[in-house]
């Protein structure tokens, strides 16, 4: 299947700081993006849809301004969790996928820890 | 898209088949019906998906009941590396809102 790599795979910042989370896509064009959260012993919850150049729609709840998403090329994608605090510890998930294609592919992950 | 009912968990035991069902009672027609899995502190990983038509992949093989309200998820041989949750969920193919909606899945312990 196809490859998709999610960069960093821990990271551990200070409260009220910014962390940004890569998903690249490394051997097809992903015309769709997806950004997921989870919380231990939970499910994947979608946070938001992202299409290349264009703006991401946000799932029902998830704030636009706290986590930015930048869809700038086929290839990649950007989460940034801004002014982080510790409530938003959890772990990340990208998923990618090829327009009319029928399955996703996902990230191994991201762990962010906010202390 | 529909919503799937899935049992919280099962057991198999090792180099037997597990047999994973799911009920998706209110699907409709152009909607298909897609596994994927997740082992523990990782992304998910697809698995197999299908319309109505059984299908069968070098991962595992997908029954699609006739009336298409269930379906099941058959691994032949499990390992202990099977061991995972296991989400079944059903969306349309194509459009701009198709979206991967996951629901509480089925962990599946393989034991030795």
């Known amino acids: 299947g196809a490859v998709v790599s999610q960069h960093p795979s821990r990271v551990i910042c200070k409260s009220g700081t910014s962390v940004k989370i890569e998903c690249r896509s490394l051997d097809f064009q992903a015309t769709t993006m997806f950004w997921y959260r989870q919380f231990p012993k939970q499910s994947l919850m979608l946070m938001a849809t992202s299409n290349e150049g264009s703006k991401a729609t946000y799932e029902q709840g998830v704030e636009k301004d706290k986590f930015l998403i930048n869809h700038a090329s086929l290839t990649l994608s950007t989460l940034t969790v801004t002014s982080a605090h510790p409530e938003d510890s959890s772990f990340y998930i990208c998923?990618?996928?090829?327009?009319?294609?029928?399955?996703?592919?996902f990230g191994q992950g991201t762990r962010l820890t906010v202390v | 898209d529909a919503k799937t009912t899935q049992p919280t968990s099962m057991d198999c035991a090792e180099g037997r088949a597990a047999n994973l069902p799911c009920n998706h009672s209110t699907i409709s027609g152009n909607e298909y019906v897609y596994w994927y899995r997740q082992i523990h502190s990782q992304g998910p990983q697809y698995i197999i998906h299908g319309l109505k038509n059984n299908e069968t992949n070098e991962m595992a093989s997908l029954i699609i009941t006739e009336d298409r309200k269930s379906s099941t998820l058959i691994l032949p041989h499990a390992t202990l590396r099977d061991t995972a949750v296991y989400y079944c969920?059903?969306?349309?193919?194509?459009?701009?809102?198709?979206?991967?909606?996951f629901g509480t899945g089925t962990l599946l312990a393989v034991q030795p």
């Open positions: 969920i059903v969306r349309v193919l194509h459009g701009a809102t198709n979206k991967l909606i």
């Open positions: 998923s990618a996928r090829v327009e009319g294609a029928g399955e996703a592919f």
